[in-house]
Nanobody
Framework: QVQLVESGGGLVQPGGSLTLSCDISGITLDQTAIGWFRQAPGKEREGFICIARNNHRFLSDSVKGRFTISRDTSNNTVLLQMTGLKLEDTAIYYC?????????????????WGQGTQVTVSS
């Protein structure tokens, strides 16, 4: 059974940085892609970044130049490093597993999810 646990969320000021972790069990990073999604109050969940089994990365325009994704295969963990945070980045952040990153913008294609971690950007 695939399980994902997010951590690292919190309150940060605009322009600040935060790193989220996604700890994975039940599957290795050689077997799955990991995507990050976020859902702001009253809005649909959106995908914005993904790291594939071959370590290739996919990023949406909304986070390019600000967010990076990396893998720690020894710990079976994926990190999401966020810099230059904006008020509109406030959301619950989720990681999810799928065989392919090609679906990273479509949350409905992903079946295995973590419980989410809250990120609040506020002055």
């Amino acid at each position: 059974q695939v399980q994902l646990v997010e951590s690292g969320g919190g309150l940060v000021q605009p322009g600040g940085s935060l790193t989220l972790s996604c700890d994975i069990s039940g599957i290795t990073l050689d077997q799955t892609a990991i995507g990050w999604f976020r859902q702001a109050p009253g809005k649909e969940r959106e995908g914005f970044i993904c790291i594939a089994r071959n370590n290739h990365r996919f990023l949406s325009d909304s986070v390019k130049g600000r967010f990076t994704i990396s893998r720690d295969t020894s710990n079976n963990t994926v990190l999401l490093q966020m810099t230059g945070l904006k008020l509109e980045d406030t959301a619950i952040y989720y990681c999810a597993a799928h065989a392919w990153c090609v679906y990273y913008l479509d949350y409905t294609a992903w079946n295995d999810w973590g419980q989410g971690t809250q990120v609040t950007v506020s002055s």
